[in-house]
């Protein structure tokens, strides 16, 4: 997942495409974000994974199952391209298909529970669209600011003796 962010952002930079870049940087934000929270709580819960010990997915046994962090990434991922270019049609498709075919593939290899994956997915899923939200909520206060932000103006001295440099905030 993270080089698919890295590529969109480097991409997005080399073509100046603005929307891909900021894509590519959000994705790795909410990337970076729900690993950080998924192994917070893999370390938390310990759960065995479905082929260890007695099946059972004890929780506190040692494990690392809960939750998913394969689900977690996939559907963070799959939010912020879906939010980002939700106005094409097939985006949100084809990455929420892929966010669930990844957590799907989790269960049927027995690396983890449902629920595993669907609490994985429910993280990645949210803090996706915080980040994004977020993001667009800054951009937005922003632009409702940007006749009332100062705009620093560098002007240099008028003694040719002095080497200073004045600066002057203007609104």
Same mark, same amino acid.
């Given at each position: 997942?993270?080089?698919?962010?890295?590529?969109? *952002?480097? *991409?997005? !930079?080399?073509?100046?495409? /603005?929307?891909? /870049?900021?894509?590519?940087? *959000?994705?790795?934000?909410?990337?970076?974000?729900?690993?950080? #929270?998924?192994?917070?709580?893999? #370390?938390?819960?310990?759960?065995?994974?479905? +082929?260890?010990?007695?099946?059972?997915?004890?929780?506190?046994?040692? +494990?690392?199952?809960?939750?998913?962090?394969?689900?977690?990434?996939?559907?963070?991922?799959?939010?912020?391209?879906?939010? /980002?270019?939700?106005?094409?049609?097939?985006?949100?498709?084809?990455?929420?298909?892929? !966010?669930?075919?990844?957590?799907?593939?989790?269960?049927?290899?027995? @690396?983890?529970?449902?629920?595993?994956?669907?609490?994985?997915?429910?993280? +990645?899923?949210?803090? +996706?669209?915080?980040?994004?939200?977020?993001?667009? !909520?800054?951009?937005?206060h922003l632009h409702s600011l940007g006749?009332?932000?100062?705009? &620093?103006?560098?002007? &240099?001295?008028?003694? &040719?003796? @002095?080497?200073?440099?004045?600066?002057?905030?203007?609104?």
């Amino acid at each position: 997942m993270f080089p698919a962010a890295g590529i969109s *952002l480097a *991409l997005g !930079a080399v073509t100046h495409n /603005e929307k891909l /870049e900021e894509t590519g940087a *959000l994705a790795l934000q909410a990337l970076v974000n729900a690993d950080i #929270v998924a192994n917070v709580l893999k #370390v938390s819960a310990r759960r065995a994974r479905p +082929g260890d010990g007695d099946h059972g997915g004890h929780f506190e046994a040692g +494990g690392s199952s809960f939750p998913s962090g394969h689900s977690t990434q996939a559907w963070a991922l799959a939010t912020v391209l879906a939010t /980002e270019y939700g106005d094409h049609k097939w985006i949100p498709y084809v990455s929420y298909g892929y !966010a669930t075919l990844v957590s799907v593939s989790r269960v049927m290899a027995q @690396e983890h529970f449902t629920s595993d994956v669907f609490v994985g997915g429910a993280i +990645g899923f949210f803090i +996706g669209r915080y980040v994004v939200r977020t993001q667009h !909520a800054h951009q937005q206060h922003l632009h409702s600011l940007g006749a009332h932000l100062p705009v &620093p103006q560098i002007l &240099p001295s008028f003694s &040719p003796m @002095e080497k200073v440099i004045a600066i002057r905030w203007s609104y």
